[in-house]
C-alpha cells in the first residue's frame, strides 16, 4: 500500500504554519504541539531534521520557538519530502546500486518508473506557499459553509 507517512505529513503541517505566520517571529513548539496535534517529542525530532537542513530556524529562549528560513514560494513539497524521509524511490531495485537480472524485461519497473517521474515533478512544483494558500481559501469556503448551514456565524477556532 502506498502510504505517506506521519513523520511527512506532520512535517508538512508544521512547515505549513510556519510559513502561514505572516509576523516571521519564532513560534514556542509547545504552542505548535498544541495547535497541531502533534505530540511535542515527535515536533522535536521533525524540527530537529528540518533545521539540519536548514528549511527553518530555532531560536532558543523563552521569547524563542521555531521560524521559516525563507521563502514558502521557493521551497518545494519534495524538498521536504525528502528531508524528512530521504530520497523518493517507488521500488526498492530503483534505490539499488545493484543492477537487477530483469532490468531489460521489468514491464512493471517502467510502470514505476513512470510514477516515480510523475510523483516527483508533482511535488517539486508544488510549493510550500501553494499549501498555505489552499488551506486558507479551504478554511474560508468551510467558514462559509458553517455560516450557510445552521444560519448562524461561526464561531471562531482558537
Not at 506532520?10 to 504554519?17: I, K, P, S, V
Not at 528549511?55 to 524538498?79: E, H, M, W, Y
Request: include cysteine; aromatic fraction near 4%; glycine fraction near 6%.
Amino acid at each position: 500500500m502506498f502510504r505517506i507517512s506521519r513523520r511527512l505529513d506532520y512535517g508538512l503541517h508544521l512547515m505549513m504554519e510556519l510559513a502561514a505566520n505572516d509576523s516571521g517571529q519564532a513560534q514556542p513548539s509547545a504552542k505548535l504541539s498544541k495547535k497541531l496535534q502533534i505530540p511535542l517529542p515527535f515536533l522535536h525530532q521533525i524540527a530537529h531534521s528540518l533545521m539540519q537542513s536548514g528549511l527553518i530556524k530555532a531560536s532558543p529562549g523563552p521569547r524563542g520557538g521555531l521560524r521559516l528560513n525563507g521563502d514558502a514560494k521557493t521551497i518545494s513539497v519534495q524538498r521536504i519530502a525528502e528531508v524528512l524521509e530521504g530520497p523518493i524511490y517507488m521500488t526498492p531495485c530503483m534505490d539499488s546500486a545493484e543492477i537487477c537480472p530483469r532490468q531489460q524485461c521489468c514491464a512493471p519497473q517502467y510502470m514505476w518508473d513512470d510514477l516515480q517521474s510523475k510523483i516527483i515533478d508533482h511535488l517539486a512544483n508544488c510549493s510550500l506557499q501553494s499549501l498555505v494558500d489552499m488551506s486558507k481559501r479551504l478554511a474560508e469556503t468551510n467558514k462559509a459553509h458553517q455560516h450557510d448551514s445552521n444560519g448562524k456565524k461561526p464561531v471562531p477556532a482558537d
